[in-house]
């Protein structure tokens, strides 16, 4: 059975840092598209960065360009959305998902940047 499990949000003030984590169970990394998405209030789900299969030339949304990093850990069976500079903008419950032959979700991780 497949899992993704998000963590690592919270509360940061503007211009702070965040690394959320996603840890997956129950597939193997490199078979599969993983991404990070964010729902803001009112707004639809958005993709925000996502990393190929053989983890080369990541895809950033220009919102997030230059200042989220996505990366994953074979080993761990985790991926990261490393996040600085933070703006409130950025504020939204923060999706892990898997593409592959079916498409797996986290349950989200809520990210608030205010001061």
């Known amino acids: 059975q497949v899992h993704l499990v998000e963590s690592g949000g919270g509360l940061v003030q503007p211009e702070g840092s965040l690394r959320l984590s996603c840890a997956v169970s129950?597939?193997?990394?490199?078979?599969?598209?993983l991404g990070w998405h964010r729902q803001a209030p009112g707004k639809e789900r958005e993709l925000v960065a996502s990393?190929?299969?053989?983890?080369?030339?990541?895809f950033y949304a220009d919102s997030v360009k230059g200042r989220f990093t996505i990366s994953r850990d074979e080993d761990s069976k985790t991926v990261y959305l490393q996040m600085s500079a933070l703006k409130a903008e950025d504020t939204a419950v923060y999706y892990c998902?898997?593409?592959?032959?079916?498409?797996?979700w986290g349950q989200g991780t809520q990210v608030t940047v205010a001061s």
């Open positions: 990393l190929s299969k053989s983890g080369k030339s990541p």
């Open positions: 129950g597939l193997t990394l490199t078979d599969y598209i």
């Open positions: 998902k898997a593409t592959g032959w079916s498409v797996y």
